[in-house]
């Protein structure tokens, strides 16, 4: 393939009419090289494809001393030589194909840095062609005469330019970009502080205290009504933050959605007009709260 673009190259190099340059181009290099050879070295049964798992057995192959004597006995009987010889050459075939398959890498970039400096070097001649072309100058100077002796109301005036594609993105004058590889690196995982983790922990359970669920306020509804029949807002206990939230939603259970509603629905609760403090914490309406 190298042999070829290189040819190709001194070909082209050679050349002096554009229309030829860009002919061989086509029937030389996309036709013979780009489709037939790079297509094949790109396939899925090309042995280059699975270089890393060759490599992987040709390694382990090195130090597998039952395989490699093996080998060595069928090489001495097929080469006629000593056992030692028979070794040595299997060694020796081993390491070269362990390095005709490392330079793969290596050659397809020197390939695909030619074939992207053989292409740009097409699109420049493509790209000056029309002004090395003989009388072009003339033609554009009698196409601008005559467009200007037409009738202005006849030339469709162009505002912009950005909707107005003169040539197309795939055309010839576009070389395919440069292929750049991308630069391995290391994996390093993240290490969190373990303060953050004890702030998001502690953050976690403050909101999990916080959060108004309709079986939390009939727990504590219940724990107050065990073995009353009734009881008034100046009996209740607040110790703690779930105890203040469950008593604030006590008179607003109905809000918190269909769980809600069917908690409220197993208590009646009546309301008088006297405020009362609950635990030096509220003041609210005082009422009275018993099981249906």
Partial sequence: MMLGLRELKISLAATKNPQEIVRNFFDHFVAHILVSDYKT???????FRFRRQILTQLRELQFDTPKVALLSTHYQEQFETSYDDAEAM???????IIRIFESVDQRLATIDDFRYRLEKRVA????YMDKTTPGMSARLSRVITDAAQLDQRKIPKLETLEETGFLAPGSVRSPIRRRVATKP?????????PRVLEMRQLFKEYKARREVRP???EDYIERHLLGETQISAGQFT???IEDYICFSYLRHMRSLGKK?????NKYDIQFSDKYVNVADMVECRDFSIQRR
């Fill in 260 to 264: 809600g509603r069917t908690t409220a």
């Fill in 215 to 217: 079986e939390k306020i």
């Fill in 124 to 127: 420049d001649t493509v790209r």
């Fill in 185 to 193: 690196r290391v994996i390093q995982q993240e290490i969190i502080d």
């Fill in 41 to 47: 070295l790109k396939t899925k049964n090309n042995p």
């Fill in 90 to 96: 299997v060694h020796s075939h081993i390491n070269r």
């Fill in 238 to 240: 607040i110790d703690s």
